[in-house]
């Protein structure tokens, strides 16, 4: 019987990640859960600095995303975008009146040379979120992908405005080279008696992460159990494009190309009952429905992975 984890650090992505956050947060009080989130999606557009993972998150669990998308502010409205296809813009990418001042506030802080751990601080302390959301580092990181039909694309306009659909060829973190994990990361992975790599997409959410220094080292040195929740549900994504890029590069569309991805960074893989017949070697594993249809779902999923770290004796 292990002690429940007291400093759980969850790194999360999109949607998926949002989702199982909102989760742990009902679960977990904010000095027993750090979020760090993928930052390889951000770009700028119209002189403002996108960041749509750290978003998701902070509106989901600010109570304020759209439950339909799930991502941008429900309700919102595109009187901007509106004005803007006047002049003749393709407003492909649909930024919502109420999300720019998100994107308003953010850029002037970067402009000021706040980093953007701070300013997400700033952001996510007025919107009643006390649990600390943290970027994965404060430095550039643009998730970039080849594609057979348009060449290498910047994440959003392969994901947004080609709607995922290019095939892709290879892709490529630029910038993770030279950036490295910011001082609250570092701090919160070091403390860290369990890591949780949420259901986002391994090569899109986490991949990005993971080739920041020093995610990896410091997932391979911690003795910790460290679990990935698998985003792959009987040979499909819930969600986005990651069964069609596993397809894509040539991997098998199964958790068990995902527990294979994180190899030696996880000791722990959870996955859902409907893949039951799949045996993954060389993890603990745990199935349960893993779908997260509603808050209820969340809380059930994240409850069920702390209680399996607790009972389960890890090495
Ligand atoms: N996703 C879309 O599919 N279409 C959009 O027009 C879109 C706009 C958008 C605006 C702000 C934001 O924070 C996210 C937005 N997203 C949109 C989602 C975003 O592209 C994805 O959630 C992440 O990049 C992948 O997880």
């Known amino acids: 019987m292990a002690l429940r984890p007291e400093h759980v650090v969850a790194l999360v992505g999109g949607v998926g990640g949002a989702k199982l956050a909102a989760g742990l947060v009902r679960i ?5 859960l750090t979020i760090v989130v993928n930052t390889g999606d951000d770009f700028w557009h119209y002189g403002l600095r996108i960041c749509p993972d750290l978003d998701t998150v902070m509106y989901t669990l600010g109570g304020l995303v759209d439950p339909v998308n ?5 309700g919102d409205t595109t009187a901007l975008l509106d004005a803007l296809k006047r002049y003749g813009e393709d ?4 930024l919502g009146d109420q999300d720019v001042a998100t994107h308003l506030l953010r850029s002037e802080a970067l402009r000021n040379g706040e980093r953007l751990t701070e300013v997400t601080r700033q952001l996510t302390n ?4 006390l649990h600390p959301l943290l970027p994965m580092t404060d430095a ?5 992908i080849d594609t057979v039909e348009y060449g290498e694309l910047p994440f959003q306009t392969y994901f947004v405005r080609y709607r995922w659909q290019p095939t892709m060829k290879a892709l490529r973190y630029a910038g993770a080279d030279h950036a490295e994990a910011s001082p609250e990361v570092i701090a919160a992975l070091e403390n860290a008696d369990a890591i949780l ?3 986002s997409n391994p090569w899109l959410s986490l991949a990005p992460m993971l080739a920041v220094k020093p995610f990896r080292e410091l997932l391979l040195e911690k003795n910790v159990p460290r679990v990935a929740v698998s985003p792959i549900v009987a040979g ?9 890029l596993m397809a894509e590069l040539g991997y098998d569309v199964s958790p068990r190309s995902v527990a294979d991805f994180y190899g030696d960074l996880i000791s722990g893989f959870v996955y859902d009952i409907q ?3 799949l045996k993954i070697s060389g993890k603990k594993t745990f199935m349960t429905d893993t779908i997260m249809r509603d808050q209820a779902d969340r809380e059930r999923l994240a409850g069920q992975i702390l209680d399996w770290i607790t009972a389960e004796v890890w090495d």
Not at 140 to 144: A, N, R, S
């Open 236 to 244: 499909t994504a819930i969600k986005g494009p990651a069964a069609k």
């Open 28 to 32: 977990l009080p904010p000095e027993q």
């Open 126 to 129: 007025k919107l009643g979120i």
């Open 140 to 144: 550039p990181v643009e998730t970039m």
């Open 70 to 74: 799930g991502w941008g502010v429900a």
């Open 197 to 199: 790599i949420a259901p």
């Open 91 to 94: 407003a492909w990418f649909r």
């Open 275 to 277: 893949d039951s017949n």
